[in-house]
């Protein structure tokens, strides 16, 4: 025999109904030895209890009463529950004339639930052509007294079961109300909320069934809820201890006194979906999964009593009085945690039961509190519990972590000493991210990583097409998923927390909308994005006043803009405490060199405490293009320049590379890598245009290009033979100077062999002290910037 039960939301007016007749016809139909457990339908007993409850406080109860006699009576017009309704009409009268209520009087109410649920089924079973047959579980299963919340009697529940079984038997289909039972005197009692699972395990237990299906409105039992983490896979098939430990943990669909009369007879029990046929759900049974289960799972309605004080230190008793006190008042205690000072205590209770809690702990300790033993007895009700099923403290630390990397810092967590689980408190409003956080690191399943990209231009263009060129791969090879659900420019933002389009072009024309950074945090934060990366790959001189607000409010940085690192010291310092601060990271391998590793390296080195004695080199790809060419070829200075210019190789401004001032920014980069404290103005710059055509406008600057001429014509004829002209960063640490010129080195050395806009780095150290490491290669342009770009972001993912 089979115990088939259906659950309230399996059971409800429309495809619920329908498909849970169908399910039971078809097996009967087939000659499947069948028994079915029902709940009462839809919300019924919900709504039984609030009637209740308004009927209790003299509110007006009718109107819903008469919509809850419509639900329950609109699908089979031919039955009539009138002596349901009388009962549940009188009860509410009685009870709103007296203004209360006792346990027995609910039990009476709520019961009335699952008995029109079990006579309608049967009716329309009948209908069907099945020889259904109703059964009232308050004359067969017999309890004690403890109305709402009863414990069946063995032997006699037993022997009844088996009687009514025997008597109708065979192609007969019996329906049996859950949830219900009688007490000696034919008082109606009940097991407690969700009780029906109960009934059905008994039964089961008792006619020795080979299999109980309970039918929900879920594929199964998910390693996480799905609705809070989407990510949630079905488990397919775990043991009776394995689920013990989820059911302790709030899994609602098992309830721990559930699974006793299974494991005592060995009956699996499999969870099935009534809306999803196809589904062979999850099967739980006696034997143990050798890799051990893992699930997370939620207690979201919970509140967090702490008592603190001197007093409590090594005082003994004071446990055994806390937990008295609480069960005095039949509060349970979910989770204790006590530090070993025992300076505090925390014990995590049901949130409605806080104030309880606190006026009888604060009864209990009154003199305590004279005495100065204990200080405070406080509560918070915002607080939540995730619990790890089947984590192993040794591998605890990379959940957490991940926790703290996203900001989220558990208030306490406990574990218990058998069963590989570890409980979490956290503030409520973090739920869900933590839920998702610690789920993604437990199951391996891909890390998300969510990236705001502000500039769309050439780089921030660049890096969002190979962004999603390359997604699927890095999906596929490191189980990353990267999301970059905000792309912004300086007036605009386009918002998706699934990601942007692959068309993110016309994504943005069309989503864009104004923005104010905040709106951007804030959208992080509503859709509980976890693993936050900023990338800036602007120029912008005011958008660097962000970084901080961003590194407060979660994100990690990625920038190929320069300004964060070449404005004032103070700031470059303060950036980097408030990293700290938020054990956040901040790259910016693109400031120097595009996409070639420097920055990494130089770190590096510096780290390992390898001594850097100088580093030299052409920083600037179009500074390099123009002397590289210059230098060989038998043309004026001026056509060079108009030529770089032409492809694009020089700013807008040629002036601004001529200057100096970004090759000196990059030498500053470099120095302050090193820990010295420079600022710009400490650099010495060759400027390379003669004063006169530094501020004119550009239109007067280009006419009057030819001017250059003369001046390089005799630099360049002034050099030794063999030697060639190279626009060059030189810091030495040795003598402490910083300075950015023109000079002319031999054709054949390092820096003299540099082709094309590439651009060179030579780094001496004590271990290269005559050879320098040497770092070379294309130093400027956006596919490669935005390659570098790309590179840090990846670099960040392993550190997330
Ligand atoms: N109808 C009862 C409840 O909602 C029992 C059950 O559904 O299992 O708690
Ligand atoms: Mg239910």
């Known amino acids: 025999m089979k115990i088939l039960k259906f659950g309230g939301k399996s059971l409800a007016n429309g495809k619920g109904i329908q498909t849970a007749i169908q399910i039971i016809k078809n097996k009967a139909t087939q000659q499947e030895n069948i028994a079915v457990v029902l709940s009462a339908r839809g919300n019924a007993t919900d709504e039984l209890l609030e009637m209740l409850g308004k009927a209790s406080r003299k509110e007006s109860y009718h109107e819903q009463l008469s919509a809850f006699k419509a639900y329950q009576g609109q699908i089979d017009r031919s039955l009539d529950f009138a002596e349901e309704f009388t009962i549940l009409e009188n009860l509410f009268q009685g009870v709103s004339l ?96 969700n009780g029906s699972n109960y009934t059905a395990a008994l039964l089961a237990n008792f006619l020795d069934a080979e299999e109980l299906q309970n039918y929900t409105h879920v594929d199964g039992i998910f390693t996480a809820n799905p609705e809070l983490v989407s990510d949630a896979k079905k488990i397919e098939a775990l043991s009776f201890n394995e689920a013990n430990e989820l059911a302790n943990f709030g899994a609602n669909i098992l309830h721990a006194k559930t699974i006793v009369p299974l494991i005592e007879k060995n009956i699996p029990l499999r969870i099935l979906n009534t809306f999803n046929s196809a589904d062979n759900g999850t099967i739980i049974t006696q034997k143990t999964t050798t890799k051990g289960i893992k699930s997370i799972s939620v207690l979201d309605n919970v509140a967090l009593v702490n008592l603190e004080g001197r ?38 209770i049901n949130a409605d039961e806080a104030s309880k809690a606190i006026v009888a702990l604060e009864r209990e300790f009154e003199n305590d509190f004279y005495t100065k033993d204990v200080n405070k007895i406080s509560v918070m009700d915002d607080v939540a519990v995730i619990s ?63 990236i705001a990209v502000f500039g769309k231009g050439l780089v921030g263009g660049t890096l969002l097409d190979q962004i999603i060129k390359s997604k699927q791969d890095i999906l596929d090879k490191n189980n990353i998923k990267l999301n970059v659900f905000a792309v912004a420019d300086s007036k605009h933002v386009y918002l998706d927390k699934d990601g942007i389009a692959n068309d993110w072009k016309s994504g943005f024309e069309y989503e864009k ?82 996409g070639l590793p420097l920055i990494d390296t130089i ?51 040629a002036r601004e590379d001529l200057s100096g001032n970004d090759v000196a920014r990059k030498l500053l980069i470099l120095a302050r890598e090193l820990d010295l404290k420079h600022e710009l103005s400490d650099i010495t710059i060759q400027n390379l245009l003669p004063a006169h055509l530094q501020s004119i406008r550009l239109e007067q600057f280009i006419k009057n290009i030819t001017d250059l001429d003369q001046t390089y014509k005799l630099i360049k004829a002034n050099q030794q033979k063999n030697h060639v002209l190279r626009y ?73």
């Open 603 to 653: 770190k590096l080195l510096h780290k390992s405490g390898e001594k850097i004695k100088k580093i030299r080199g052409v920083f600037s790809g179009s500074l390099s293009y123009l002397f590289n060419t210059f230098s060989v070829e038998e043309i004026p200075f001026s056509t060079v320049l108009q030529q770089a210019a032409a492809k694009g190789y020089t700013e807008p401004d």
């Open 98 to 193: 007296l203004g209360d209520y006792s346990e027995k009087i609910k039990d009476q109410v709520v019961s009335q639930g699952e008995i029109i649920s079990a006579k309608l089924v049967t009716n329309l079973l009948k209908k069907e052509g099945v020889n259904a047959h109703f059964t009232d579980t308050r004359i067969l299963i017999k309890t004690d007294d403890a109305f709402g919340n009863a414990r069946p009697l063995d032997v006699i529940s037993r022997k009844n079961i088996i009687n009514h079984f025997k008597s109708h038997n065979g192609n007969t289909v019996n329906i049996v109300t859950g949830f219900i039972g009688s007490n000696q005197h034919n008082e109606t009692t009940t097991f407690g909320r």
């Open 311 to 348: 007093g409590l230190l090594g005082k003994i008793g004071v446990d055994a009085r806390i937990f008295k006190t609480l069960g005095e008042n039949g509060i349970n205690v979910s989770i204790i945690s006590q530090g070993s000072s025992e300076r505090g205590i925390g014990v995590v």
């Open 728 to 800: 060059v960063g030189d810091l030495s640490t040795e003598t402490g100077t910083l300075e950015v010129k023109l000079i002319s080195v031999p054709e054949n050395c390092a820096l003299g062999q540099i082709k094309g806009s590439d651009s060179i780095f030579e780094i001496y150290t004590e271990a290269y002290a005559e050879q320098p490491l040497v770092i070379q290669g294309a130093g400027a342009g956006a596919a490669v910037t935005a390659r570098g770009v790309f590179g840090d972001i990846l670099r960040l993912t392993e550190k997330l």
């Open 513 to 594: 909308t104004a923005y104010t950074l905040q709106q951007i945090i804030d959208y992080a934060k509503a859709n509980h994005l976890e693993n936050l990366i900023a990338v800036d790959t602007t120029a912008s001189k005011e958008f660097v006043h962000n970084y901080i607000n961003l590194v407060n409010n979660g994100f990690d940085l990625v920038s190929a803009n320069k300004v964060a690192n070449t404005v004032a010291y103070s700031f470059y310092e303060e950036l980097r405490i408030q990293l700290k601060k938020h054990q956040k990271n901040y790259l910016y391998e693109t400031n120097v060199g595009a």
């Open 388 to 450: 790890i099923v089947g984590q192993d403290l040794s591998e605890f630390h990379k959940p957490y972590t991940a926790l703290i990397k996203n900001q989220i810092v558990p208030i306490l967590f406990n574990n218990t000493v058998s069963g590989k689980n570890v409980s979490l408190v956290v503030k409520k409003s973090q739920l869900h991210k933590a839920a998702n956080v610690i789920h993604g690191q437990v199951f391996g399943i891909s890390k998300k990583i969510n």
